[in-house]
């Protein structure tokens, strides 16, 4: 099954989505009017804002979640 590993966000004065980190899934992007979102490695943006996501492979949640 695949799991949620991690997100990153890219912020950008871009008119479109810049590309995330490589192996990352692309989840969404929307266009920030106001305010100065920061991005996962620190950029503020005024313009465009996206979401990407990276997914593991693992055989059971304990591979993830080890039980306690």
């Known amino acids: 099954m695949n799991v949620l590993s991690d ?3 890219v912020a950008s004065n ?3 989505a810049l590309s995330g980190p490589e192996g990352y899934t692309p ?3 929307w266009n920030v009017d ?3 979102p920061h991005s996962t490695g620190g ?3 005024n ?3 996206a979401l990407y996501a990276e997914f593991i492979e ?3 949640l304990d591979d ?3 039980s306690v």
Request: charged share 15%.
């Open 43 to 45: 950029t503020e943006s």
């Open 47 to 49: 313009h465009m804002t």
């Open 7 to 9: 997100i990153y966000l």
């Open 27 to 29: 989840i969404g992007c």
């Open 14 to 16: 871009a008119s479109k």
């Open 34 to 36: 106001d305010g100065q």
């Open 58 to 60: 693992v055989d059971c």
């Open 64 to 66: 993830v979640y080890p």
